[in-house]
């Protein structure tokens, strides 16, 4: 059974930096692409970030620039990099996983985290 866990969440002043980490569990996270998305009250989930197997990343075009998305296989962790924060950066971000790149990048995944709250302020 997949489980992820994110941390690292907070609350940053605009132009800020943040780390999010989410640590996986019951499956080997080398053969799974791996993701972050967000998603703002009254506002639909987005696609933050995808990293493969091999640590090829592809990113909103919004955070380019600003996020870095990277995973360490040996200890089954994804991380998020958030700097020069803006305040349309605050969401919950969720980790989410899967064996399938097209139902990690279509959000339709079943292997989500619980989420760590992001808020920035002006």
């Known amino acids: 059974q997949v489980q992820l866990v994110e941390s690292g969440g907070g609350s940053v002043q605009a132009g800020g930096s943040l780390r999010l980490s989410c640590a996986a569990s019951?499956?080997?996270?080398?053969?799974?692409?791996m993701g972050w998305f967000r998603q703002a009250p009254g506002k639909e989930r987005e696609r933050v970030a995808i990293?493969?197997?091999?640590?090829?990343?592809t990113y909103k075009d919004s955070v380019k620039g600003r996020f870095t998305i990277s995973r360490d296989n040996a200890k089954n962790t994804l991380y998020l990099q958030m700097n020069s924060l803006k305040p349309e950066d605050t969401a919950m971000y969720y980790c989410?996983?899967?064996?399938?790149?097209?139902?990690?990048?279509?959000?339709?995944?079943?292997?989500w985290g619980q989420g760590t709250q992001v808020t920035v302020s002006s």
């Open positions: 019951g499956y080997t996270s080398s053969t799974y692409w």
């Open positions: 989410a996983a899967d064996t399938d790149f097209y139902r990690l990048w279509l959000g339709s995944t079943l292997n």
């Open positions: 990293i493969d197997r091999a640590g090829t990343t």
